[in-house]
């Protein structure tokens, strides 16, 4: 399966506001075609506009994390609704209190991780994607929300789980490595060949990190993980690139 992990920015400016560049998104998806993939920075118009444009093959799970409804960015994921049925899904918020909306520790925004468990209507093999956005400011609110998001994987003891994000940290940070700690793999790690771009772009790469992730866990192999460099002509597709890894059982 091809699962990829996708910051599509809620705004922009100039040729890169988001209306001018959803089609881009768009296409940058039908083009790689993932079985899964998780979203970030995606507010109710950017789901509006993905799920019409990609309707035919995809359906989504997640809620606006302002208010549990539309309001504010949703961290989808979106599957293949001929290849998967959903099993359970859910929302949960990074903080003290994460049944309810509200911000965690010392984060600036409101956190919200959604998750889907899916099994495939062929060989009734189940997989669980969960896929989040680490705070931008709050050390101990990454690394909280990082241990919570591989607590509530847990529950599905056995089952092999995904996680996607932007984790707003590099692999050398507190929350990388809490992940790491919870028995999660870094999916690029387990790839030789993996190219080394980083991330995030800003628009001009003059400041690249690596903040965006795959996370792997419960019997997955890598076959392939990679950065997705691709532009229309010299625009960018995103603040972010995409990162796309190829997976077995």
């Given at each position: 399966m091809k699962v990829m992990s996708f910051n599509v920015l809620c705004g922009g400016r100039g040729q890169n506001w988001w209306t001018k560049r959803k089609p881009l998104v768009r296409d940058v998806i039908r083009k790689y075609d993932p079985d899964t993939f998780g979203l970030q920075e995606a507010h109710y118009r950017w789901m509006n506009y993905l799920c019409k444009e990609l309707k035919d093959t995809y359906d989504y799970v997640g809620v606006g994390r302002d208010n549990g409804k539309r309001q504010g960015e949703f961290s989808p994921v979106f599957y293949k609704k001929d290849k998967y049925e959903v099993i359970e899904t859910g929302n949960f918020w990074l903080s003290e209190t994460p049944e309810k909306p509200g911000k965690g520790w010392d984060a600036a925004c409101i956190r919200i991780c959604s998750y889907a468990v899916l099994k495939d209507k062929k060989t009734g093999e189940k997989i669980a994607h969960f896929n989040t956005h680490l705070d931008h400011v709050g050390d101990v609110a990454r690394s909280e929300g990082a241990k919570l998001?591989?607590?509530?994987?847990?529950?599905?003891?056995?089952?092999?789980?995904?996680?996607?994000?932007?984790?707003?940290?590099?692999?050398?940070?507190?929350?990388?490595?809490?992940?790491?700690?919870?028995?999660?793999?870094?999916?690029?790690?387990?790839?030789?060949?993996?190219?080394?771009?980083?991330?995030?772009?800003?628009?001009?790469?003059?400041?690249?990190?690596?903040?965006?992730?795959?996370?792997?866990?419960?019997?997955?192999?890598?076959?392939?993980?990679?950065?997705?460099?691709d532009k229309a002509g010299d625009r960018y597709i995103s603040a972010h690139y995409p990162v796309l890894a190829e997976l077995e059982l």
């Open positions: 998001i591989a607590e509530r994987a847990d529950v599905f003891k056995g089952v092999p789980t995904i996680v996607t994000g932007d984790f707003n940290v590099n692999p050398e940070s507190g929350a990388y490595k809490t992940i790491i700690a919870q028995g999660f793999t870094d999916a690029r790690t387990l790839d030789k060949n993996a190219n080394d771009v980083k991330t995030y772009n800003g628009f001009d790469e003059n400041t690249p990190e690596m903040i965006d992730f795959v996370f792997i866990k419960n019997g997955f192999k890598v076959k392939s993980c990679n950065t997705i460099t």
